[in-house]
């Protein structure tokens, strides 16, 4: 079974900070990982994806994703933060039932942005 | 390239109405498609999903049911709609077969009153 926990339901931080965002995952399978960023009112966009290659996965918009293992988690970070970037982030894992891909995401976390 | 269609984009209706969201898929073949409900505040929650015509898996026993009457169209309906049916519905898509990405429509927010 698959499970994913997002540490922090919401994260503030000042414009040109660094953005961190924590996912830790639970996956009886070598996962796939992914992380989503959702603007209001609209629908999920990925930003990056880990399928078992490169442990340190890089995005759009500037971010990157590392896959630990030791730790079981797969931390979403961007070394400036803009305006733009406040939005709902989900991290989820993928799971697998018969020929269907099913993604189990976490509850989320809204990143705001001070000027 | 895909694009997924998600319509309408809102809708509000009255408790005990039925409800008809419809999503479709062009630019690919034999997709799998999702229907998920997200409710405010809180994460995604899977309700349906479908690898083939006529072909539906539930997630969640509720008051919603799903049809794929054709390979690209995605059905998601209710008899009669109860006030937690409320939340922004997303529809997406993947292909093949393992845990390939899933890529998601613009949503319909659907308010019952």
């Known amino acids: 079974a698959q499970s994913v926990t997002q540490l922090g339901s919401h994260v503030s931080v000042s414009e040109g900070a660094l953005v961190l965002l924590r996912c830790n995952y639970s996956?009886?399978?070598?996962?796939?990982l992914f992380w989503y960023v959702q603007y209001p009112n609209q629908g999920l966009q990925l930003l990056l994806k880990y399928t078992s290659a490169a442990t340190l996965v890089k995005g759009i918009n500037g971010f990157e994703a590392e896959f630990k293992k030791s730790e079981t988690s797969f931390h979403l970070t961007k070394p400036s933060a803009h305006m733009s970037d406040a939005a709902e982030y989900f991290c989820a894992v993928s799971g697998l039932s018969g020929s269907a891909s099913k993604i189990i995401f976490g509850s989320g976390t809204r990143l705001s942005i001070r000027p | 390239s895909q694009t997924i269609h998600q319509w309408p984009a809102t809708l509000v209706q009255p408790v005990g109405s039925p409800l008809s969201l419809e999503c479709t898929v062009e630019g690919t073949s034999n997709p799998n498609l999702y229907w998920y409900r997200q409710a405010a505040g809180r994460g995604l929650q899977l309700l349906f999903y479908s690898v083939g015509i006529g072909q539906i898996s539930s997630e969640v026993p509720q008051n919603l049911s799903a049809s794929r009457p054709q390979d690209r169209q995605f059905i998601l309906s209710s008899k009669k709609l109860l006030l937690s049916d409320s939340g922004f519905y997303l529809c997406?898509?993947?292909?093949?077969?393992?845990?390939?990405?899933?890529?998601f429509g613009p949503g319909t927010r659907l308010l019952v009153l």
């Open positions: 997406a898509w993947s292909v093949g077969t393992g845990r390939e990405t899933q890529y």
């Open positions: 996956s009886s399978v070598p996962p796939y």
